[in-house]
């Protein structure tokens, strides 16, 4: 039977989403001449291919966040106080378009976008309401914020600071990837060296003021969402990782110092099994980066630790309930992939920010998995299988041909610039459309199983009002602070950003003299100018 597995012809097999084709059945021929050991080994223990702790869930179940925000502070604080009374564990930040992109709630481009797709944050008045009757060194909180996250997490230092909190006991994570904001969203400001320049005195920062906090958060899942391959995600993800490592050792920091706080975020897709498997293979494959690459001895710089969020992109606005279900076998994939913290999406999120109800539902799916399922009550229990193993091997195996071509171009930075990435992302978007539209991937009530009438779910509405309040409020916090303390401020963040020392303490001095987001960005825009796109044909 192994011979026949070695020569049968494979053409006709189904395939998973990178395209790996599935054979009927696996043996352990299928794994001849690999050294277990050396390849997975067990839990606790490098490659970290079975987890990067011993324990996994058996010592504490992963942290079971719901990435909320929307309108303005009030409105998001309410929405926090909900879910950390119906057991979440962890906060998850969204901001709002113009808080992403460095613009003040009155700015003229921000018309109409002030919390629509999170909320609005301008100041620290706007963080404080924002945290109201949050205790900062009792929950762990993530902040999704890249292109301004030097800013938001001065904003968070600076709250918890009024609330006489010690900053040394924050626990989150603030995203700061930037690389992915040029890949696949466009939520960028500065030209990319001048971005990788925050990202790193960030690193160098926090390692002193907040050490235990996780400076960043390299993001597959904006990749996979733009339409990614479960290996390019995993390709691109650690691509990133790999540059922003250089640029930390090229800026003076020690591996040892930095990498351990190093985090990532990856995408939970449908295609259950090979998702566990990407999980591991990722895991593998940084332990080996890091180590031989990068040369790190201490064992917790080889550690890939990561979140996982459930795929918006594979929810339907048609028969939307199908959605829960979806997301159930997401989780269920990232739990047995060894997710260090989880989001589960909610069920109405095609069509509109999350009621309280499909927010309650979705963390409900992770209590359910977590308390009832069994699946935490072992560690890796895929380990051994010989499918599981060789879809491991396999994209770890595709994964690193991608990192070899991306080397050649000159490294993850120069791949962007010259749209490598880009185009290998929208090709593999485009063959998946192209396979959805005639029919030979199957989309489960929309191109197949549909029905006429669908069913109608509330709508969470944004107060139109918000706008014109959030308004107001700037325009008041401006006209009242010590303007002489503020234009200090900033001239200090702008001096800072000339002489290239490191922007952050002038950036907390700043937000804590009341300067906006918008204002401190444009202090630094003045100096790194605003990157521009390259038409790539």
């Known amino acids: 039977m192994a011979n026949r597995a070695k020569v049968r012809d494979t053409s006709a097999d189904p395939q998973t989403s990178s395209h790996i084709p599935i054979r009927d059945v696996y043996t352990e021929a299928d794994l001849a001449g690999w050294d277990y050991d050396q390849q997975v080994g067990y839990p606790g223990d490098p490659p970290y291919t079975r987890g990067v702790q011993p324990t996994v869930y058996r010592g504490r179940l992963w942290t079971m966040r ?16 909900y879910l950390l009374a119906h057991g979440t564990t962890g906060l998850s930040v969204a901001f709002d378009l113009p808080t992403q992109i460095g613009l003040d709630s009155d700015h003229a481009l921000a018309a109409a976008e002030v919390g629509k797709v999170g909320v609005a944050i301008d100041s620290i008045e706007d963080m404080e309401r924002l945290f109201d009757g949050i205790d900062l060194t009792k929950i762990s909180t993530s902040m999704t914020i890249n292109a301004t996250a030097p800013i938001l997490l001065a904003l968070y230092i600076a709250v918890a600071r009024q609330k006489n909190a010690d900053v040394k006991k924050l626990s989150g994570t603030v995203q700061n990837d930037v690389l992915k904001e040029y890949i696949s969203r466009g939520t960028y400001i500065y030209p990319i060296d001048r971005a990788m320049r925050l990202v790193t005195d960030l690193f160098a920062w926090a390692n002193t003021n907040v050490p235990e906090w996780n400076t960043i958060s390299v993001s597959g899942y904006h990749m996979r969402e733009a339409g990614a391959t479960a290996v390019q995600e995993v390709a691109f993800t650690l691509g990133n990782g790999i540059a922003y490592v250089q640029a930390a050792l090229d800026a003076g920091l020690d591996v040892d110092v930095f990498a351990p706080r190093i985090s990532f975020f990856f995408n939970a897709h449908s295609n259950f099994l090979e998702e566990v498997a990407k999980f591991r293979a990722a895991r593998r494959m940084w332990a080996r980066i890091m180590k031989e690459k990068f040369g790190a001895k201490n064992p917790r710089s080889w ?14 606005a048609q028969q939307p309930e199908n959605n829960i279900v979806r997301t159930a076998i997401q989780a269920m994939a990232a739990v047995l992939g060894g997710t260090q913290s989880l989001h589960t999406n909610s069920f109405d999120e095609a069509l509109t920010l999350p009621t309280e109800q499909a927010a309650r539902i979705a963390l409900r799916t992770q209590q359910i998995v977590a308390f009832e399922s069994g699946a935490p009550n072992t560690i890796d229990p895929f380990a051994g299988s010989y499918f599981i193993e060789s879809l491991t091997n396999e994209i770890e195996k595709s994964a690193a041909q991608y990192l070899e071509k991306i080397s050649a171009l000159g490294g993850m930075l120069k791949a962007i610039e010259r749209g490598f990435v880009q185009q290998e992302i929208q090709n593999a978007a485009y063959e998946y459309q192209k396979a959805v539209e005639t029919g030979e991937a199957t989309v489960v009530g929309v191109n197949r199983f549909a029905r006429e009438s669908e069913t109608q779910v509330p709508i969470q509405r944004i107060d139109e009002s918000l706008e014109r309040r959030q308004i107001e409020r700037l325009r008041a916090l401006r006209a009242n602070r010590d303007t002489t303390k503020w234009k200090e ?3 200090a963040v702008r001096n800072a950003a000339n002489s290239g020392e490191n922007v952050m303490p002038r950036i907390v001095t700043a937000v804590e003299a009341y300067a906006t987001v918008g204002e401190i960005s444009d202090a630094m825009r003045g100096v790194f100018g605003e990157y521009q796109e390259a038409v790539v044909i």
């Open 489 to 491: 401020a900033i001239d």
């Open 66 to 81: 719901q990435y909320a925000g929307m309108g303005g502070a009030e409105e998001s604080n309410k929405r926090y106080k």
């Open 303 to 316: 550690m890939l630790r990561f979140h996982t969020q459930t795929a918006g992109s594979t929810l339907t």
